[in-house]
């Protein structure tokens, strides 16, 4: 008789984190504006950083896009260090954002914002590009599908894609970033207060948005967000800074029910 074999099937693998910051810390002068942050991010999620005004939230971005180096500490990223790169190679592998102050060309169409993030992934030299041969003329035609299609995706309407980016309401212009952030084919998407600015009805929308556009880019995606309802409805962990401190991370029904939160952030709700 045969014996039954238990297959021993792999014990499962934890799963490895996209994103990793060990003891970063951030000093402007005298001001310790992020104070020995460590958290991982899991590839897929969304992960909520609140906290006051001035806690280090944009920082933690700036440093993790390359605009600021670290004091100390370290950021990895897929297990290779990022904390020294300029922010070229890192937007090159895979982190694209969004700012708090909308930073798109204003006197340039939505189209052209959305295709100058994009032109520098061209692969053609510049040969064939002033010659426009052929395979040139070919990327440029991948290129402006693509960002019609990221524009159709953030819902800017086709009959207005060549006004000009200053043109648009508020929250459409918020929306016109991330179209320029996806064109860059991003792994990870930082967004730094995406809904300000934005009415409940606006909001509403902005967060089944961002989940939509997790699942079809396949994105993990950091947002930095004040409106507590949309946090705690939309992001599967919160990180919460105060002073520059980490002081609370995890599941967000759990972080709500932190003292400190409560006490730091959440004290006027
Ligand atoms: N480039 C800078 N130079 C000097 N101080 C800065 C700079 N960037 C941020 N800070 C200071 O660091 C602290 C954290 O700022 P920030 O990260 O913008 O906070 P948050 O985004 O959470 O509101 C604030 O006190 C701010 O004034
Ligand atoms: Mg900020």
Known sequence: MIQSQSIQAS????????????GLTRRFGGLVAVSGVSFSVKPGEIFGLIGPNGAGKTTLFNLMTGLIRPSSGTLW????????????????????RTFQNIRLF??????????????????????????????????EDSIRQR???????????RDRI????????YGEQRRLEIA????????????????AGMNPNEKQQLSQFIRQVRAEFDLTILLIEHHVPLVMGLCDTIAVLDFGELIALGDPAVV????????????GE
């Open 256 to 267: 709500r029910q932190d003292p400190a939160v409560i006490e730091a952030y959440l004290g």
């Open 106 to 139: 204003g006197n340039l169409s939505a189209l052209e914002n959305v295709l100058i993030a994009q032109h520098r992934q061209i692969q053609s030299g510049i040969v064939s590009g002033v010659l426009n041969l052929p395979k040139n003329r070919q990327e």
């Open 180 to 195: 320029r952030a996806l064109a860059l084919q991003p792994q990870i998407l930082l967004l730094d207060e995406p809904a």
């Open 162 to 169: 060549h006004e000009k980016a200053n043109n648009f309401a």
């Open 147 to 157: 960002a019609l299609n990221l524009l159709e995706r953030v819902g800017i309407q």
């Open 77 to 96: 990223y897929r297990g290779s260090e990022i904390s020294c790169l300029p922010p070229y190679q890192i937007a090159a592998r895979g982190i694209a």
């Open 11 to 22: 014990p499962p693998q934890p799963e490895l984190p996209i994103l990793v910051a060990q």
